[in-house]
């Protein structure tokens, strides 16, 4: 006869995934770094800066999420955008739950721009019957927290039977809470990956992403989004604990390819720098990067090369 543990009975393990969903810029990428505590995902002052979807696994006792942070939703023409917004739509069949994220700063200034920016996005996340969750994010900008109450209000009435959770995911207020609510709607089940496992997204990738965050950051506002960057080989020593990168950025037009490299190289030494100081402690090795710069005109149009940047089945 075997006896009935209860302790044992309550070491329930969860496993899941939870989609990141919102229009640009409204801090997917910079919540998703701050609950795993390391950062996975690029991060940018400027829309748009996620293209794929990039998985962060978060661990705690009894609890491994996959979070899915995809590329902001918007309204935009041309082929990238449109492949962008399908990466986005995709990642729903794959969630238990769903986090939509606004800027709760954005709605409260112009609260009529709530059904212009998640009309198509509202429509789609409700067709799924998953939980969802709406993350009120930025609140740490909001210093009279009554002013929010109206906004919560408008948005459960937007998203009727959603969770409701305010946040700050530049300060981490509100974390925790919004944690305990996503992991009520995570199912039973084993960890699917090592616990100090932080990416499903590859070393070589990650790479691409970070020198694509300090192409964005060194040149400001000076360089539309038409840049990409391919990684042209990539190899891991373990012998001399290295990393050799090749890679190209890609640009569409000749004048940014002289903003990109800077008087005498400067600007692109300076971009090299930074990404391979990330990029060595990410990788807990030294790293040998090399860039270069190539025009290709019209690169967002080009099915072939969207799909070697991972844009696309």
């Known amino acids: 006869m075997t006896m009935h543990n209860p302790e044992k009975a309550e070491e329930t393990s969860r496993f899941g995934a939870v989609a990141l969903l919102g229009p640009p810029n409204a ?24 293209r794929n979807t990039i998985t962060g696994i978060l661990n705690r006792p ?13 309204q935009r023409s041309g082929r990238m955008n449109r492949l962008l917004l399908e990466s986005a739509w995709r990642a729903l069949a794959e969630a238990n739950c769903i986090a939509v994220l606004l800027d709760s700063v954005k709605y409260l200034k112009s609260p009529a721009s709530l059904g212009q920016d998640f009309g198509s996005l509202r429509q789609r996340v409700l067709e799924t019957g998953a939980p969802l969750v709406v993350v009120v994010n930025k609140a740490d900008k909001i210093k009279d927290k009554a002013l ?3 906004l919560i209000k408008e948005v459960g009435q937007f998203f009727p039977g959603a969770e ?30 090592p616990e ?19 192409l964005f950051l060194a040149l400001h506002q000076e360089l539309p989004y038409s840049t990409a960057v391919v990684i042209d080989s990539f190899e891991e020593d373990r012998g001399k604990n290295l990393v050799r990168i090749e890679a190209t950025i890609v640009t569409a037009r000749d004048n940014h390819k002289g903003m990109i490299i800077g008087k005498k190289g400067a600007m692109l030494k300076n971009i090299g720098q930074q990404a391979r100081e990330e990029i060595e402690e990410l990788a807990g090795a030294r790293c040998g990067l090399n860039l270069w710069v190539k025009v290709l005109p019209d690169w967002t149009e080009d099915p072939g090369f969207l799909h070697s940047l991972g844009l696309g089945e």
């Open 164 to 193: 409701i959770v305010p946040v700050s995911a530049l300060t981490g207020d509100g974390l925790e809470d919004l944690l305990q609510t996503l992991a009520q709607f995570i199912p039973e089940g084993d960890p699917a990956f």
């Open 196 to 214: 100090d496992q932080l990416s499903t997204v590859p070393l070589r990738f990650l790479s691409a992403e970070i020198i694509r965050e300090k």
């Open 148 to 150: 929010l109450l109206p």
């Open 62 to 74: 009894g609890l491994q999420i996959v979070f899915l942070d995809t590329p902001g939703v918007h």
């Open 27 to 50: 801090g997917k990428s910079t919540l998703m770094n701050r609950l795993l505590g390391e950062k996975v995902a690029i991060v940018s002052p400027k829309p748009q800066t996620t």
